[in-house]
């Protein structure tokens, strides 16, 4: 189906493991972009993508690395989870820059023991 | 700093009243607003833009909000609220056309029946 899907949608692990999120999206969106959301501070941007093996840093980008070796897929990887890192992590993409609609994943819930 | 506040965190309306969800701004230049609506266990979706034109934008489910320069606000509103209508209600500002998405705490709206 055509979209944006991101797995798993729930994930529990412990302090100190890797974990990586994927996302993947069928419309060959040039922009893809990782959140968090976290209750009293809303969404917050993790990294985004312009392109292609083009990546940069959003407002959080600490503990987390991401990669784009192909258009549709933009997985985040947390290196050494922390208990600050639980939290519900939303993938969103779009055709170009700030100006055009974002559509986001499902999204994934992560608590981190 | 560029910022967008949700001055409510939570807004309660009886069920056909009119219902209003508050978002101020404060940036420079000429802003672009969002809303965008999350419901439970649900990525964000599209609601309306305001990039140019007519101050008064119509969005989706009924939807709409007025561009106010001189106030840097940017309510949403609905004639009539609907239960269907409760959900997560985000506000967004792009500073300027090459930005990224700043995104408020959101306010989480209740449609009592």
């Known amino acids: 189906d055509a979209g944006i899907t991101q797995s798993p949608r729930y994930k529990i692990t412990e302090t100190g493991r890797q974990v990586t999120l994927m996302c993947h999206q069928t419309?060959?969106?040039?922009?893809m972009f990782w959140y968090r959301q976290d209750l009293g501070h809303g969404l917050r941007l993790i990294y985004y993508s312009a392109a292609a093996d083009i990546t940069d840093k959003g407002e959080v980008p600490d503990g987390y690395v991401v990669s784009r070796s192909k258009t549709e897929n933009f997985p985040l990887t947390l290196e050494s989870a922390t208990r600050s890192q639980t939290s519900v992590y939303f993938c969103?993409?779009?055709?170009?820059?700030?100006?055009?609609?974002?559509?986001f994943g499902p999204g994934t819930r992560l608590l981190v023991l | 700093a560029q910022s967008v506040a949700q001055p409510e965190d939570q807004v309660n309306v009886a069920e056909g009243n009119p219902l209003t969800v508050k978002c101020t701004y404060s940036?420079?230049?000429?802003?672009?607003l969002f809303w965008y609506v999350q419901y439970p266990n649900r990525g964000l979706q599209f609601l309306l833009k305001?990039?140019?034109?007519?101050?008064l934008v119509k969005g989706s489910y009924g939807f709409e909000a007025e561009f106010n320069k001189s106030q840097t606000s940017f309510h949403l509103k609905k004639p009539s609220a609907l239960v269907s209508d409760s959900a997560l209600y985000f506000c967004?500002?792009?500073?300027?056309?090459?930005?990224?998405?700043?995104f408020g705490k959101g306010t989480r709206l209740h449609i009592l029946p």
């Open positions: 969103a993409s779009t055709t170009s820059g700030g100006l055009t609609t974002q559509y």
């Open positions: 419309w060959s969106h040039s922009y």
């Open positions: 305001y990039i140019t034109g007519d101050n």
């Open positions: 967004a500002v792009v500073p300027n056309r090459d930005d990224k998405i700043i």
């Open positions: 940036v420079s230049g000429n802003p672009y």
